[in-house]
């Protein structure tokens, strides 16, 4: 049974970077769409990045040019890489895996299936 464990959220200023890990523990699908999704106060879960089998990426247009998600070789931890941080980040960050098909629409919350518990990111002014 597959768990997913992020880590590396914190508080930090406007324009400083965090990276965020997910580590993936167990068994996952074999061509897995894994993704990023946050959630702020009083806010639906939004998509924020994504990474398929076959190395493709998806960014929100809100952190086009700013974030970067990746993946070790063994695919065993997933990364988001958040630089030049605005207030608006500000969120829960929620790593995510689903079947491949989840990346026919990769930012799209209803086809990933199995959730991290999220790591907070604050971004102050």
């Known amino acids: 049974q597959v768990k997913l464990v992020e880590s590396g959220g914190g508080s930090v200023q406007a324009g400083g970077s965090l990276r965020l890990s997910c580590a993936v523990y167990g068994y996952t699908y074999s061509n897995p769409c894994m993704g990023w999704f946050r959630q702020g106060p009083g806010k639906e879960r939004e998509g924020v990045a994504s990474?398929?089998?076959?190395?493709?990426?998806r960014y929100a247009d809100s952190v086009k040019g700013r974030f970067t998600i990746s993946q070790d070789n063994a695919e065993t931890t997933l990364y988001l890489q958040m630089n030049s941080l605005k207030p608006e980040d500000t969120a829960m960050y929620y790593c995510?895996?689903?079947?491949?098909?989840?990346?026919?629409?990769?930012?799209?919350?209803?086809?990933?299936?199995?959730w991290g518990r999220g790591t907070q990111v604050t971004v102050s002014s």
């Open positions: 995510a895996t689903g079947p491949g098909s989840a990346c026919v629409q990769p930012l799209d919350v209803a086809g990933y299936n199995v």
């Open positions: 990474l398929n089998s076959d190395g493709n990426t």
